[in-house]
């Protein structure tokens, strides 16, 4: 897949990482996912990346500022 900026671990880790935040009633932004994946990848991600990353790991507690 041409488009997939992490591996699989790269996401699960990404997962746990904003489970950990949403624990602390820290749930992250899109923009701060994008932050996120973009230095975890060494490449930007885009909106439609943090969408469909969303989507795929079911993770419904963001907030939305």
Same mark, same amino acid.
């Given at each position: 897949?041409?488009?997939?900026? /992490?591996? %699989?671990?790269? !996401?699960?880790?990404?997962?746990?990482?904003?489970?950990?935040? *949403?624990?602390?009633? /820290?749930? %992250?932004?899109? !923009?701060?996912?994008?932050?996120?994946?973009?230095?975890?990848? *060494?490449?930007?991600?885009?909106?439609?990346?943090?969408?469909?990353?969303?989507?795929?790991?079911?993770?419904?507690?963001?907030?939305?500022?």
């Amino acid at each position: 897949i041409a488009q997939q900026k /992490l591996t %699989p671990h790269q !996401e699960d880790e990404l997962v746990k990482y904003i489970e950990e935040l *949403t624990a602390r009633r /820290l749930p %992250p932004t899109r !923009e701060m996912i994008a932050n996120f994946a973009s230095s975890i990848a *060494t490449e930007p991600v885009s909106k439609s990346w943090v969408t469909r990353f969303i989507n795929n790991h079911s993770i419904h507690l963001i907030s939305q500022y």
